[in-house]
């Protein structure tokens, strides 16, 4: 059998995977035309390449679908209850950086930190007559650290695109979305908060945990963790 | 244990609940979500399941039954009340697999407003009947004494409604506090802000209106001289949420700390004429725990007694029956109308697998 990788079908996340890997003496192609999600690896034999979009991946992971997979922390940790159980980090790769971030429009000058985010939702909930919405699609991490951090009278309201723009449109009060410059949420006159830094993610290669592992599959990942860690 | 057995000891409970006095009242087990959402806020997500369909819009399976039996109370109930039901709660479960994502609850609810003390009895005493011959530990509260201890503080209305707040919260409650007793520095964007060095050129977008930025402003400025909260009702209150004694010890304390607070004289009152009731009704009051922040994790719609029995030999299991007072919920929900209440649930799966272990 066959130890199965899961990485990104497309755009600069599948290049950048290539490349790291290539690095690390193993060649990562598409077969076929442009359009066709199979993949071929070649340096070690047995290693099969799947093609699958970045926001599958983790469930894959989990599912034991696939062995091994290339995919955000963001997501795997939005996605997975129970993550630690279910995949391992195997390395984390350097790119795909993005943090995850709570982000206030530049006009609530009265608001830097959770304490005072706090106190505004309480306010504007007495004067609105509904609770202060912040737009995401983290809904399970910005709710977990919300609530860690004693935050209440929000809501999250569910945006999965063009998140920044939902404060102007009036959709929202706030954004929790992930940014690598900022430059999107400036253009759109948002701030971060200073203590709302709910995520640090980047590309990892992940392990499934719960996928089944024959021994040829075994000695293939071994060769696999020899040749990343040479 | 089967899901009949389950059932079996569900409806037997909820019997003896009837003989009680209890009226069985059933709920949908579909709840409307925004009721919960605007009860709980969006933590009550990571709880319960939501469903939605493009008539009704989001829904919740019931989550539990105290919110939808205040609601037909409220709506068209008779007065005084007493109501029991039985039926399966769901419960999201995120992180433990041990934990039931669906299970029996079998509850008891008074709603009267003639004698708070006796009604808390009333309730105690029926579930302890219930759960007699368990190795089952009994821990009880009252939020209402920490409440009542937050109104006496000699502070501003601000600083008061924003500890109210999160009482629920602790982590929260506790920086509220240590800021209001100025332990903690203003962070320096507080300070630019105080000192009108911010700059306010930035377009205004979004709901919240700049009348709204700068009314909090000008409430920060007058929060900024007001003094902190002085270090004997700082201590007091301390103290207060440390207590964790048997009731009379509990009691007696709490009288000293009163010293400092004694805005929580009439919970302290209440709670005096509640170990009287109890202690006529039979219950050992000497032996049952008391603890002032018990309760204040998890059970935010309680406002005054509060109890719940516990398998301390099986710390893994959740409590075994839980309830207490919710008058302002009552309130909450009753679109105008008030009513003091007080009630509680137990969950016959945990009873038959305690009772299994004992026969072994």
Partial sequence: ?230 | MTRSDIFARAALLRQRFEIAGGQVVETPMLQPAATLLDLYGEDIRARAYVTSDALRGEQMLRPDFTVPVVQQHMADGAEPARYTYAGEVFRRQEHDPDRSNEYVQVGYEVFDRTDAAEADAEVFALFQLQLRGLPLRAATGDIGILMAAVDGLSTTAMRKSALRRHIWRPRRFRALLDRFAGRVDVPESRKALLAGEVDTSAPVIGKRRRAEVEARIAALKADAVVAPIADHELNALETLMAVRETLPFALEHMRDIAVDLPSILPALERLQARVAALRARGIDVDSLDFEAAYGRTSMEYYDGFVFGFYADRRPDLPPVATGGRYDALTRQLGQGGEIPAVGGVIRPDLILALEAEENV
Avoid at chain 1, 87 to 108: K, Q, R, S, T
Avoid at chain 1, 127 to 132: M, V
């Fill in chain 1, 1 to 230: 059998m066959t130890l199965k990788l899961g990485v990104p079908s497309k755009g600069r996340l599948m290049e950048k995977t290539f490349v790291w890997f290539a690095k690390r003496g193993l060649q990562l192609s598409r077969t076929g035309s442009e359009r066709e999600y199979a993949g071929a690896v070649e340096g070690i034999d047995g290693i099969e390449l799947l093609l699958l979009s970045a926001g599958e991946i983790p469930r894959e992971l989990a599912s034991g679908n696939i062995h091994l997979g290339v995919t955000g922390t963001d997501l795997v940790q939005e996605k997975l209850a129970r993550w630690e159980q279910e995949v391992e980090d195997v390395a984390e790769m350097g790119f795909g950086f993005a943090d995850l971030i709570l982000a206030v429009p530049n006009c609530w000058v009265d608001v830097e930190t959770l304490e005072d985010l706090d106190a505004v939702a309480a306010a504007f909930r007495a004067e609105h007559g509904h609770r202060l919405r912040v737009a995401t699609k983290y809904h399970r991490l910005v709710r977990e650290f919300l609530t860690d951090a004693g935050v209440a009278d929000y809501q999250l309201v569910d945006s999965q695109g063009a998140t920044e723009g939902t404060v102007k449109n009036e959709t929202a009060e706030m954004v929790a979305d992930i940014t690598t410059t900022g430059e999107t949420l400036r253009a759109n006159h948002l701030k971060i908060l200073g203590d709302g830094l709910v995520l640090k993610s980047q590309a990892t290669l992940w392990r499934s945990r719960v996928a089944a592992y024959s021994p040829e599959e075994k000695s293939t990942l071994r060769k696999l963790r020899d040749k990343l860690a040479a």
